[in-house]
């Protein structure tokens, strides 16, 4: 399995350091509020690789933090009047019921930033003791960027010329705007009830410790491979980069993979810029959790992906006939067809996640599958799905089904019992007209979309 670093710039052999385990650390959610769709491509490009990593028999360790304190949370909780807790666990429990809406594996570890908040003051000590890290006038902790050669080398950047020295107290900056990084914040008055006593009196932790403390107490100080979307790429795995290899001495992530943004009309989707949607809203105007997961995994994690409803109306398309497909499939052995769809399904995902082609694999099973009116080949769909989670195998999603639909199946299931066969067959056709197929099994009916 090939995957692209973007601390190297290349097309890298995926390999555990040690074993046969994979320890991967995805940079989580900020739980002020409902995540949007953009949140969850990267989501659900992490779920691609950790589930592709998996296809390929290795294990996966992975830690997925949550910000539970920042600005954003702090601001939140206080205009409302409610503790910081209480306000962000609504959120937090938003973000785990959209996951599996989504049907995004449950990571191993979920640490929440306030449980973890004596491993970064013990890193801020480190660093202080290091001589890479100060107590500026205001009382927060800046981390010395000038003291670590390194500064850049993710986001491939030379900053030597432009190290002036200055101080930037907001978590995000851009490029331009380097300068020492806040590890501590002193306490302010807008800071309300929430505060930590610390060796640098009383304050919060900076969004960037957080991630470095967190992966190397559940990873370790190296492990393997770190993620997020490309915003995070700088400054915030740079500074995470800086913050523990200035404390440990050791390399910190072998790996790093980044994923383009969700845009919307050419924009990436963000709060501040108000273009976005939540899943909730998505949910709302009835589309399902696994149209939204298909459109999301469908485009290469690092090609731009423009949101549009026509996506989604082309995922429903899809997903029906592969349902369709799979529907008329079988167990047993799989025949040579089918296995040659598996191998290049297997090429394309071990090629950098390359899903357009795995996908490619995947309607070339299904067009041979309805050549031979089914066949044995449910177990090649299963191990395709291992990888996408977007089929079905024999279930319908039943609020996809149309209430009046659902009413004829509820009659027609009545009528097959008192084995009333002209009154089924009737029903068939009345659903039928709705544009819907019913098909009797063992089981029962299955209904799918014409
Ligand atoms: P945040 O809650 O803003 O810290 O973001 C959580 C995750 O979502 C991070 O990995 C971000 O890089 C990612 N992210 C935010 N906006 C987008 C977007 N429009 N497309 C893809 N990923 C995004
Ligand atoms: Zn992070």
């Not at 404390?247 to 990436?268: D, Q």
Request: net charge negative.
């Amino acid at each position: 399995m090939k995957v692209y670093n973007s601390l190297t710039r290349r097309l890298e052999e995926l390999r555990p350091l040690t074993g046969d385990e994979i320890r991967l650390y995805t940079c989580g959610p900020t739980v002020y509020n409902f995540a949007h769709i953009g949140n969850f491509r990267a989501y659900a490009f992490e779920d691609v690789l950790r589930r592709t990593i998996e296809f390929n028999g290795l294990k996966v360790k992975q830690v997925m933090n949550l910000t539970d304190v920042d600005d954003k949370t702090i601001r939140g909780a206080n205009a409302a009047g409610v503790a910081l807790t209480d306000y962000t666990k609504t959120y937090k429990d938003a973000f785990f019921a959209d996951l599996k809406k989504l049907n995004i594996e449950p990571a191993e570890v979920y640490p929440a930033a306030t449980d973890h908040i004596p491993e970064m003051i013990a890193l801020v000590e480190k660093l202080m003791a290091k001589g890479v890290a100060y107590q500026s006038e205001d009382g927060s902790v800046y981390f010395k960027v000038r003291e670590f050669p390194g500064y850049g080398k993710l986001a491939h950047i030379d900053f030597d010329n432009q190290r002036t020295g200055l101080r930037c107290a907001a978590d995000e900056y851009d490029k331009e705007n380097v300068g020492d990084f806040a590890l501590w914040k002193a306490w302010e008055a807008s800071d309300g009830p929430v505060g930590w006593d610390s060796p640098w009196g009383r304050g919060r932790p900076g969004w960037h410790i957080e991630c470095s403390a967190m992966s190397m107490k559940y990873l370790g100080e190296t492990f393997y491979l770190h993620t997020g979307g490309i915003d995070n790429l700088f400054p915030h795995h740079e500074n995470e980069i800086a913050q523990a290899e200035a404390a440990t001495g050791k390399e910190f992530v072998r790996t790093w993979m980044h994923c383009a943004h969700l845009r919307v009309n050419g924009e990436k989707m963000s709060k501040s810029a108000g273009n976005f949607f939540t899943l909730r809203d998505l949910l709302d105007k009835g589309w399902t959790g696994r149209e939204i997961r298909y459109v999301l995994v469908n485009a290469h994690y690092r090609s731009g992906l423009n949101f549009a409803f026509s996506a989604l109306e082309d995922a429903r398309k899809s997903l029906e006939r592969i349902d369709r497909a799979v529907a008329q499939c079988t167990e047993g052995e799989a025949p040579d067809w089918a296995l040659k769809h598996l191998e290049a399904f297997a090429a394309a995902v071990n090629d950098d996640l390359n899903l357009p082609g795995a996908f490619a694999a995947l309607f070339a099973l299904v067009r041979d599958a309805n050549a031979h009116n089914g066949g044995p080949v449910l177990e090649v769909f299963r191990k395709m799905d291992k990888v996408l989670g977007v089929i079905f195998f024999g279930k319908r999603e039943a609020e996809q089904l149309p209430a009046e639909v659902e009413k004829l199946l509820a009659e027609r299931a009545q009528a097959r019992a008192a084995k009333n066969w002209a009154e089924s067959d009737r029903l068939r056709d009345a659903i039928a007209a709705l544009g819907y197929a019913v098909k009797d099994s063992r089981e029962g009916q299955t209904c799918t979309r014409k």
